[in-house]
């Protein structure tokens, strides 16, 4: 490693996941038939905060699932039964609704594609919609989120790191810089 610095702090969070929160309401002029699904981990707490948020301003309880791409992954080796599987909790049925699918971290597309893929297996869903905290770049994929908290421009060679609460006894997102 050589250097890492904060772009994003409690705050800034707290403001780009109330902000994505409006964002959701507007465009779909509301939230009836949405259901906001988390991949794991850090997703899945992202797309609690945001259920909550909207809430909030709606007043309506929206349902919030989580989503296990374990096996959906393009990565996976041969020897899948290494990979553990940490279950996907859908609250409802996926058919016909508008589905917000939340991530921290946007990158090469390949999490989303798997996410989506797991999506379509459980229903046939109206619309899915993505929202990520931090949009770094480099898709190797065509996936293009629909909410971004922050757009962050970053060489291969940089991490991004988001830590949260309720996993990582922290609030924060860090950029690292490693040696090549």
């Known amino acids: 490693m050589i250097g890492k610095s904060e772009i994003m702090d409690e705050a800034a969070i707290r403001r780009a996941l109330t902000r994505i929160a409006h964002e959701i309401i507007e465009r779909n002029k509301g939230v009836a038939d949405c259901v906001i699904v988390g991949i794991k981990t850090r997703g899945i707490y992202l797309a609690k905060r945001l259920a909550q948020r909207i809430e909030q301003i709606e007043n309506v309880k929206l349902p919030v699932g989580q989503l296990d791409i374990t096996f959906y992954r393009d990565d996976l080796t041969h020897d899948a039964d290494d990979a553990v599987l940490q279950g996907t909790q859908l609250p409802t049925d996926v058919t016909g609704k508008t589905i ?14 798997a996410a989506l893929d797991a999506l379509v297996d459980a229903g046939r869903p109206k619309m899915i919609q993505l929202a990520v905290l931090v949009d770094r770049g480099h898709r190797e994929l065509p996936i293009r989120p629909d909410y971004v908290g922050k757009n962050v421009p970053t060489s291969r060679s940089e991490i991004i ?15 690292t810089q490693i040696a090549e």
């Open 161 to 175: 790191s988001v830590e949260l609460q309720e996993v990582d006894g922290d609030e924060k997102v860090t950029i």
């Open 100 to 113: 917000i699918l939340v991530d921290d971290v946007l990158y090469t597309g390949r999490t989303v594609r």
